[in-house]
């Protein structure tokens, strides 16, 4: 007998944007952990939560040189370039390949904040660099990851969370990451359909799984747009249903980040939602997944 | 007999970027004015100065008829479209055919505070609208405008200030003007040559005029890149040779603003210093040029 899921976030099934209520928790469990009540809140009201300068230049300065390490690495289906440089890293995936990340992701102010939020243990859904060139950087159109995570990989539901680690200094002009504020109270489903192979491109520019623009019209009259600004080992967690983009680096400043995503290991991917074939597992781990140690 | 200018600072004659000090005063007068001593000692030191609020409600609402005025009008050399999209208008220029502009850029609060700047009579050099749109609203490279108005227009001396008043809001994230602070004291010449009617290309996709990259790091090392934020009705002087630039705009929030520089009457125009004709007088004015009243 085959179990089949209700598709509870359709989304590029052919028809208009539309904007339906969330149906999940935010928060999906009570237990204590690294976060306080008042951080908690914060996370359930905005979708977000800044940690600023989280963690020490020592564990900054050991995922720096595992960035290099990485990034000098043979190609793969871990690297991505930029959209019309392909001589230009955009993103590395897979961090838990280096000893820096992998300790970094358990560590209990990321993974314990992690499980606190999704109330249960929690895997490595997705890892990945974002490198944000000076001058040259291309941003991020806005997106809702669950949305592609969901269609795409086969993502029940909205219990996941990212976090993002500021390697390099985040300022307000060097393309940091945009997060609408209360935007994960809504699922915007996309218009379109998922082309086969789509992450192939998607990666470099994304083209399906992005809003039409009175949706996020919509949603920005809601919630502020804030920037995600800091120096280097502040973290911002946000949830994986909030609407967040970026801009261009146009400065001389660089900027790094690494992402985590924390799945909760009751919330493991089933068959894509609206793809004929699942991605990756470089992009979406499937199957074996091991929970992060507590 | 004919008199001819030294070129005092020599751009694009075809040889790398070179940087060089500042060869001309900062504040060119010492009588009193609009601006506080605190005042013009941050636009001394930064090279701009911001006045949060100083236009009330109804200039502004007045300034944004005006623009919808002239955004609407016919067809002619004074609008230009977006790079890549023709029926996207990015900019309108001679502001002075509206009523309301032409009120405004009289104005003590601005005329007098150039007047004050320059020390001597100003006359408006050049005028512009820019929109920004939302979602597709593109920004500007990283350039000093008087390294275009000396080799494209022949302006003589780094003697006028653009005056840039926000019509809209400016947050840090709706791809505000970038400003590197203390860039004034640098003149930054730029590598190639002007190509004919530049200006039929450069006004919506700027090449040449354009520091490198070194330069550009070079000139952040040493000063904080700054973003002009405020509400409508704030406005931004900035001395004609401070490097800014600005990202593209990626939120659902457009901008409008409205440029006025003013030029020292003792500093008008003469043949380009590095261009075969000079631009046409709706992007620099020459001949006959009128004093803004006092």
């Known amino acids: 007998m085959t179990t089949t899921l209700e598709d509870r976030h359709p989304s590029r099934t052919g028809g208009e944007s539309e904007i339906t209520e969330r149906r999940d928790p935010v928060r999906w469990g009570s237990d204590p952990g690294p976060l306080s009540p008042e951080q908690l809140a914060a996370y359930e009201r905005d979708g977000f939560l800044i940690l600023p300068d989280l963690l020490g230049p020592d564990a900054v300065d050991a995922c720096l040189a595992a960035t290099r390490d990485l990034s000098r690495s043979d190609d793969g289906p871990g690297l991505v370039a930029e959209p ?3 001589d230009e890293l955009r993103s590395v995936f897979e961090l838990g390949r280096h ?6 992701m358990a560590m209990d102010v990321l993974a314990g904040a ?4 999704l109330g249960s243990d929690v895997y490595i859904h997705q890892s990945r660099l974002n490198l944000k060139r000076a001058f040259t950087g291309r941003g991020f159109p806005w997106h809702s990851d669950f949305e592609t995570w969901h269609v795409e990989d086969g993502m029940p539901a909205m219990r996941a969370v990212s976090c993002s680690v500021a390697l390099t200094d985040n300022h307000t ?5 945009l997060l609408i504020a209360g935007s994960h109270r809504w699922f915007v489903s996309c218009p379109g359909q998922t082309p086969d192979d789509h992450h192939l491109q998607s990666l470099r520019r994304q083209e399906y799984g992005v809003p039409d623009h009175d949706s996020l019209r919509w949603l920005a009259a809601r919630g502020e747009i804030r920037p995600f600004t800091g120096a280097a080992g502040s973290v911002a967690f946000f949830e994986c249903n909030t609407m967040h983009g970026s801009a261009d680096n146009i400065t001389p400043t660089p900027r790094a980040s690494a992402f985590f995503v924390y799945n909760s290991i009751d919330n493991q991917l089933v068959e894509p939602f609206g793809a004929a074939q699942p991605r990756p597992t470089h992009l979406a781990a ?3 997944v091991r929970s992060v140690a507590s």
């Open 84 to 86: 019309g440089a392909d």
């Open 99 to 104: 000893p820096a990340f992998a300790s970094l």
């Open 114 to 117: 992690a499980r606190q939020l």
């Open 173 to 177: 002009t060097n393309g940091p990451l």
């Open 286 to 288: 499937r199957g074996d």
